[in-house]
């Protein structure tokens, strides 16, 4: 299975969290694509930052296309554009979309676009301690008493009205 990692990493924060889904990811035996490990950045300083940006959005683009699934770390209602973007990709193109969100930041308000945009919305501490790997690939939704329909591990209490 081919996994695109989505995900901010301008903090140190950021990048410990991602660090610890990276690890899980290889951990699992699943193909990685990481975006910031690319071979792009690894010559980005040999190119002007226009060029770079072109080809690093299209090497990322054609990950997405060939991935299986997209995973991503989103941090709430004003987390990264860029993986907001990736999740919205990952729709468009039909590929199902597995959103972890940060234990400290599970009950605060989410995009409605990046939440229902994903195939399920989990905390981080599930994915890095559940053995069952294939728990986001449950199809069966169901509707509440409430008319509204859940999807199975899915982010709970979040409204954004």
Not at 89 to 104: H, Q, R
Not at 131 to 160: C, R, T, W
């Amino acid at each position: 299975m081919k996994v695109y990692l989505a995900s901010p990493f301008f903090n140190k924060k950021e990048k410990e969290v991602k660090e610890k889904v990276r690890q899980r990811i290889i951990e699992l035996g699943w193909e990685l694509y990481d975006p910031q490990a690319s071979s792009a950045n690894s010559i980005a300083w040999e190119q002007t930052n226009s060029d770079w940006g072109i080809n690093t959005f299209k090497k990322d683009c054609n990950a997405i296309l060939d991935c299986d699934y997209v995973v991503a770390i989103d941090w709430g209602l004003y987390g990264d554009c860029g993986t907001a973007w990736e999740i919205g990709a990952a729709y468009a193109l039909n590929k199902p979309a597995l959103v972890l969100v940060p234990d400290e930041t599970f009950t605060i308000p989410h995009s409605l676009m990046v939440v229902n945009g994903a195939k399920n919305c989990i905390a981080i501490s599930r994915f890095l301690t559940d053995n069952n790997a294939e728990f986001f690939l449950d199809d069966n939704y169901y509707v509440s008493e409430h008319n509204e329909i859940i999807k199975p591990h899915f982010l709970y209490g979040i409204e954004q009205k």
